[in-house]
């Protein structure tokens, strides 16, 4: 259909339509400029994010010392087997009938003339001065044994969640860096498109000074730029947020706009999937130890009416004089000791922590079921993903045709400003659109891999 002809306008319009347009297209280099001066610009892979993320993000660290304070605590059950040993050096001054004789008696300084029953009734002033060595070594103690093994349950299901973590780290990294190549190729596609629209806008000035064109017309043409160039601000954003984030991973200062090494693209086709989830997954055997370790608190509190068999022993030596030992002695026993009733307190204990394990236990079902769900869910996005993936293709090839030939319609007056534009968007959204799809069928494998390590393919989504 032939372009509508208006009337020559004048050559002061011409002018200002010129100048109007060449004032825009500095605006917008000026402000895409602005955007690459305010950080540095680095290339980067996703190897290199990976080796120092893992080196350095600070979400390991914490779980890192979770693990140690876990470590810790088991550790610190080693009492029930190994010996105590305490020293202690005391000294007194007393007029005590019964201290002053029992001074003086462990003194071994004793003489008849101290059996005096005036200086036994009212004794001068005595000094001793007392070092004592005390070893206490547990024999037997059952609910000892329990709360071990619970703390050792529980170091190990640290240990298993800190994998996870890290687990998680390294898809927060794929995802990172596929949004990254993402927002790069949306860069890329809407400078394209900005590059487009504006030789439209130059093409349609010319047209609209020889009067071939509407100003309508024109002014369509303008909006469209606009828009690209809204657009594309909010691309570079997103690179920058994208960069921002990776700096966070790595625990290093958000200055830097990181560029992609590797280009995106579709992964390869991955083999069949496993149906069922791998059962010695890291979270999901840091669930099964967690239950353990409540079950064995649990059997603890419930023992702990047992006896327990101790053994001690003391060294002691005694002088009127500080830091002197003249005399010395020493007693060795063993002790078997029952709490009986400790005001019901022991009854609340057993069952909280009977009820403490139930929930675990409960919890651990509740978890595996949901990941099961979430395994098979993940696995239809992803068939979903290649599906869209084939159709999006195809669009995207009519798109890119559709636009050649109405481009060389517009340029020999054959085409409406309008069909264009609307061909030119079509194109650029179709280019968007590929790009969001391969960015979900690369992101379903990751996750995938995530869900089932080692049951499906590395992701291979990073082909340069």
């Known amino acids: 259909m032939l372009l509508i002809r208006a009337p020559a306008p004048s050559n002061f319009a011409s002018i200002k339509s010129d100048e109007m347009m060449r004032t825009r297209h500095i605006t917008s280099l000026l402000l895409l400029a602005s955007l690459a001066v305010q950080a540095q610009e680095v290339a980067i892979s996703e190897a290199e994010i990976m080796q120092r993320a893992l080196k350095a993000n600070t979400q390991l660290k914490i ?22 040993l305490s020293a202690s050096h005391t000294g007194i001054v007393t007029t005590n009938p019964l201290m002053a004789f029992g001074s003086r008696l462990n003194q071994e300084v004793l003489t008849a003339a101290d059996f005096n029953p005036e200086l036994l009734n009212d004794p001068e002033r005595t000094e001793n001065y007392a070092t004592r060595l005390e070893v206490q070594q547990p024999l037997l103690n059952v609910d ?30 794929r995802r990172a860096y596929m949004e990254l190549q993402l927002a790069h190729k949306s860069v890329t596609v ?47 954003s997103q690179v920058a947020n994208t960069s921002d984030y990776l700096s966070l991973l790595m625990d290093t200062t958000p200055s830097v706009i990181y560029i992609p090494r590797d280009s995106l693209k579709p992964a390869p086709q991955a083999a069949p999937l496993a149906p069922e989830l791998p059962s010695d997954r890291a979270d999901l055997k840091a669930l099964s130890l967690a239950t353990e370790a409540y079950k064995n608190a649990y059997k603890a509190e419930q023992t702990g009416f047992l006896p327990r068999l101790n053994a001690f022993g003391t060294y002691e030596l005694y002088d009127d004089q500080l830091f002197r030992f003249g005399a010395s002695g020493y007693t060795l026993g063993a002790q078997l000791s029952w709490d009986l009733f400790k005001g019901n307190s022991r009854t609340g204990r057993i069952q909280a922590s009977k009820a403490a394990y139930d929930k675990s236990r409960l919890e651990q079902q509740q978890y595996q079921s949901q990941s099961q769900m979430e395994w098979q869910k993940a696995q239809r996005a992803l068939a979903d993903a290649r599906s869209r993936l084939q159709g999006v293709t195809l669009s995207l090839e009519q ?51 995530f869900l089932a390590p080692g049951q499906t393919p590395q992701t291979q989504h990073l082909n340069k």
């Open 63 to 84: 779980s890192e010392a979770a693990y140690r304070e876990a470590r810790g605590a088991y550790r610190q059950t080693q009492a029930i087997f190994l010996p105590s």
């Open 144 to 173: 000892g044994l329990y709360q071990r093994k619970a703390a050792r349950y529980q170091m190990e299901a640290t240990a298993l969640q800190g994998e996870r973590s890290r687990q998680y780290l390294e898809l927060e990294i």
């Open 190 to 236: 809407l400078e394209k498109a900005l590059q487009a629209a504006q030789s439209y806008e130059t093409l349609a000035g010319n047209l609209y000074q020889k009067g071939y064109l509407q100003k309508s017309d024109l002014l369509a043409v303008q909006v469209r730029v606009s828009e690209v160039l809204n657009h594309l601000h909010q691309a570079r």
């Open 399 to 449: 798109a890119r045709e559709a636009l050649r030939i109405r481009s060389n319609r517009f340029r020999e007056g054959l085409e409406k400003t309008t069909d264009l534009l609307s061909a030119e968007a079509s194109a650029a959204h179709k280019e968007l659109e590929y790009a969001q799809t391969v960015y979900a069928v690369n992101y379903a494998l990751a996750y995938l891999e």
